[in-house]
């Protein structure tokens, strides 16, 4: 099989994160609107392109107040870096389906390099004959690290928020 490119359907994909909150608990969200490139081999991801492209101000964690904070300066700043992308450069094979996915992360106005582990899940044909194919993925980033810095010293001890940010992405695409 030769590389083709995959055109991810966002009904049937997410971008889920979560973080430390109050050091007992974990903040969940998600962003709505993303588009991804996918240009691959599916069976060996080790040669593919992949590119996301996440607009922040997309973001959803079921509490509106939360959401508008997280958009503002205080945050994402979505008015100055109303973009989140991930560029792979380097794809390694650690195992049957399983890849360590390494590109240039750029987060309000930083670029970092970041690993994800990927799942290749398979392929399928829906009912109207279209071929898909299914990707997991799963890593942490350090917010600090892209100059998101805002904290709060809790009473008890720690920090209202964790600096490691949890990202599980799940993606269905058909073939373009």
Do not use: C
């Not at 970041?114 to 071929?131: L, S």
């Amino acid at each position: 099989m030769t590389k083709q490119k995959w055109a991810v359907d966002a009904v049937h994909s997410s971008i889920d994160f979560s973080v430390k909150h109050l050091v007992i608990a974990k903040a969940k969200g998600n962003f709505q609107s993303f588009e991804a490139t996918i240009d691959a081999e599916p069976e060996d991801l080790t040669t593919a392109d992949i590119e996301f492209v996440i607009d922040i101000a997309s973001i959803d964690t079921r509490n509106a107040d939360r959401d508008n904070h997280l958009r503002s300066a205080d945050f994402f700043d979505v008015e100055n870096y109303p973009k989140l992308t991930f560029k792979s450069t380097k794809i390694v094979k650690t195992d049957d389906g399983e890849y360590n996915v390494t590109g240039d992360l750029s987060l309000h106005g930083v670029t970092r390099p970041e690993t994800f582990k990927v799942t290749y899940e398979g392929t399928a044909k829906d009912p109207w004959g279209n071929e898909k194919v299914g990707f997991s993925g799963s890593g942490a980033i350090n917010r600090e690290d892209y100059g998101l810095t805002y904290n709060a010293a809790l009473e008890t001890g720690g920090v209202l928020l964790g600096s490691k940010v949890n990202i599980t992405i799940e993606i269905e695409a058909q073939k373009a």
